[in-house]
């Protein structure tokens, strides 16, 4: 287990080394590199009586941590993205082995980090109150007066997922501790490792001790007695609808951020400039190789243009190379070969129901190669499943109605692009889309990441972003003078 003690054993140095840092119990999880299969490392596989003390001692430290002034707790971030952008090659070199996510992508997480961590510092030394006064409410004189200010809630539970252990960690961690929190952070398993060092980092910085504990474990092992330990006051979750749900049923009045799942659909106009929507989606479709939240997942194009965007996806399409994240191929191994399996049935299902298969259906272990679909009609899962892999269907509409129908038809409302010169037609759609974010002429992202990221239906709940996190992360606390 691994917490913010300086001097105590010798935690960095085992880092540092790249072996694990032992629990009590001893059980460890090990972490396989999706790539090749080697042992990347262990992580303890820590227990609930293990972590109680930690979760105890959470609570403990964040009433003297919220009483160091924000500008020192600011400062505390600003070295830590100092050191991680100094590290960042190192922590980039653990990114590609770990995830298999592809180098310039694994340096891009880190840098994007550090500088969320500087913004994350800056935003919380601006976080302020407001005073109110009576006389502004029918039947009121002047005679009170209200002050409020944020304060912190307390012990926030981050949890990240595989796909951005440092930087979906660091989103969740920087707005709590500016904000006067202490965190217990529960990192992915396939991620642990680099979450590990991202932690690391933090303490260097010069986090006092106990502010930030991480408890390594299976999420279906240690998951439920973190999220309701009484102890802890916020949860902030990043990962599948699934355990999302499962989560909010479990945390009763506990205040929630959930980023969940996705199927974001690129809508595309006939008057849209077709090679621009074709880069946007590609781009958007394939980085990581489709394990994003806000990948684009489906295309809707009006019918009249179909061919033509294909004619403009296919050689981008061709063009990506698949392999070895170390080589920087733009399609890398997926995080297991449970994933790829899962890919491959919703691949299946499509062939088998009729869909053009345009390029792809070759898989090689958890190596999935790009898959492009013409003519998906909505009897197909991959027209509404989350694949969760490089793998994009195409679905020709016949008019506007038909695409917000399908879009809005998900179970998911995390983002949807749309592309078309005409931007009256686009606020028009914009209105009628049950989503938290439309793109216009742009592929769906979260970033930057101060922008309000939010996702409605089961793509979650609350508003993630550097200042949303941190209100998120703090109430309002007031005081009320009387004037007699
Ligand atoms: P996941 O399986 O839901 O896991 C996410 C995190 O939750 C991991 O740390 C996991 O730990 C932990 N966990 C599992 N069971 C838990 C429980 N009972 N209680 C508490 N924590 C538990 O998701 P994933 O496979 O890592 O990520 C893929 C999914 O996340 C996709 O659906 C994707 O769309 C979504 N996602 C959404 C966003 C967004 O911002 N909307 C961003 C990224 C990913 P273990 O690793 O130990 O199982
Ligand atoms: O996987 C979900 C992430 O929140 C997506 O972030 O759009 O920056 O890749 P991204």
Redesign the pocket.
């Known amino acids: 287990m691994f917490r913010c003690i300086f001097g105590e054993g010798n935690i960095y140095k085992n880092l540092l080394d790249g072996r694990w840092v032992d629990s009590q119990s001893g059980k460890r999880?090990q972490i396989f590199s999706p790539t090749d299969g080697s042992l990347v490392g262990e992580v303890p596989a820590t227990t609930p009586e293990e972590a109680d003390p930690f979760v105890k001692g959470a609570a403990q430290a964040q009433r003297s941590w919220a009483k160091v002034p924000a500008s020192e707790r600011a400062d505390v971030l600003h070295k830590a993205a100092d050191i991680l952008e100094r590290e960042k090659e190192v922590i980039a070199g653990v990114l590609v082995r770990e995830i298999a996510k592809n180098k310039k992508s694994s340096l891009s997480e880190v840098t994007r980090t550090a500088d969320l961590i500087h913004f994350t510092a800056e935003e919380g030394k601006r976080l302020t109150g407001e005073s109110l006064s009576s006389g502004a409410f029918p039947g009121f004189h002047e005679t009170k007066l209200s002050i409020s200010n944020r304060v912190p809630l307390g012990v926030v539970l981050a949890?990240?997922?595989?796909?951005?252990p440092i930087n979906?960690a660091a989103s969740k961690i920087a707005p709590a501790l500016v904000a006067g929190n202490s965190v217990v952070f529960?990192?992915?398993?396939?991620?642990?490792i680099s979450a590990l060092y991202f932690s690391r980092v933090l303490c260097e910085a010069g986090l006092p001790a106990g502010v930030l504990n991480v408890i390594t474990?299976?999420?279906?092992?240690?998951?439920?007695y973190?999220?309701g330990h009484p102890l802890v006051n916020m949860v902030a979750?990043?990962?599948?609808?699934?355990?999302?749900k499962?989560?909010a049923g479990?945390t009763g009045m506990k205040p929630l951020l959930l980023?969940?799942?996705?199927k974001d659909a690129a809508i595309v106009l006939e008057d849209a400039d077709l090679s621009l929507a074709a880069q946007h989606i590609v781009a958007g479709a394939f980085s990581f190789s489709g394990?994003?939240?806000?990948a684009v997942k489906r295309i809707l194009v009006m019918e009249s243009v179909a061919d033509k965007l294909i004619g403009h996806l296919m050689p981008l399409v061709q063009a990506m190379t698949v392999g070895r994240p170390e080589d920087n191929a733009d399609i890398t191994p997926l995080?297991s070969e449970e994933a790829g399996d899962f890919v491959q049935e919703l691949i299946d299902d499509a062939v088998k129901k009729g869909a053009k298969l345009l390029i792809g259906n070759k898989r090689n272990k958890n190596l999935i190669y790009p898959a492009l679909f013409d003519k998906v009609t909505v009897d197909m899962r991959i027209a509404w499943e989350?694949p969760?892999g490089p793998v994009l269907p195409i679905l020709r509409v016949k008019t506007i109605d038909e695409a917000v129908k399908i879009t809005n038809d998900s179970e998911y409302g995390?983002q949807a692009s749309v592309f078309s010169k005409n931007i009256d037609t686009v606020f028009g759609i914009a209105a009628r889309l049950d989503v938290g974010t439309i793109q216009v002429n742009g592929k769906t992202e979260?970033g930057p990441d101060h922008f309000p990221?939010v996702?409605v239906k089961s793509?979650?709940m609350g508003t993630?972003g550097i200042r949303y996190s941190i209100e998120a992360m703090t109430r309002t606390k007031a005081v009320v003078l009387n004037f007699h």
């Open positions: 999880d949890i990240a997922p595989f796909n951005y979906l529960k990192p992915p398993t396939q991620g642990a474990g299976q999420g279906r092992a240690i998951g439920d973190l999220v979750f990043t990962g599948s609808s699934k355990v999302g499962h989560i479990l980023e969940l799942g996705g394990q994003r939240c806000t995080i989350e969760f995390l979260r990221f996702g793509s979650g993630q």
